[in-house]
Nanobody
Framework: QVPLVESGGGLVQAGGSLRLSCVASGRTFSTYIMGWLRQAPGKEREFAAR????????YYAESVKGRFTISRDNAKNTVYLQMNSLKPEDTAVYYC???????????WGQGTQVTVSS
């Protein structure tokens, strides 16, 4: 098990920024690929961004590319999602997830709500 706790969500106007954080418990954080996924009301959960174990490689969904930045600090067991130029369509519950390349995301946080007003 890898307990994950997200924070940093909230209400922001379109064009604004938020930074989400996700803290993991345990000593194995650096061995997991970390990701952020989101689920808008009435929609399925969708991938937003992921980062390799070392932080050297990142990958983004087309919908957030150029606006969102994922990063991690293995010394702090924390992964971040910097979200800039937010749009109303970014409104969703954002989930932090941990996994491996072979098994995908196996562990999930409880989610944090992001609401972007127009």
């Amino acid at each position: 098990q890898v307990p994950l706790v997200e924070s940093g969500g909230g209400l922001v106007q379109a064009g604004g920024s938020l930074r989400l954080s996700c803290v993991a418990s345990g000593r194995t954080f650096s061995t997991y690929i970390m990701g952020w996924l989101r689920q808008a009301p009435g929609k399925e959960r969708e991938f937003a961004a992921r980062i390799s174990t070392s932080g050297g490689n990142t990958y983004y969904a087309e919908s957030v590319k150029g606006r969102f930045t994922i990063s991690r600090d293995n010394a702090k067991n924390t992964v971040y999602l910097q979200m800039n130029s937010l749009k109303p369509e970014d409104t969703a519950v954002y989930y932090c997830a941990a996994g491996t390349s072979g098994a995908g995301f196996r562990y999930w946080g409880q989610g944090t709500q992001v609401t972007v007003s127009s």
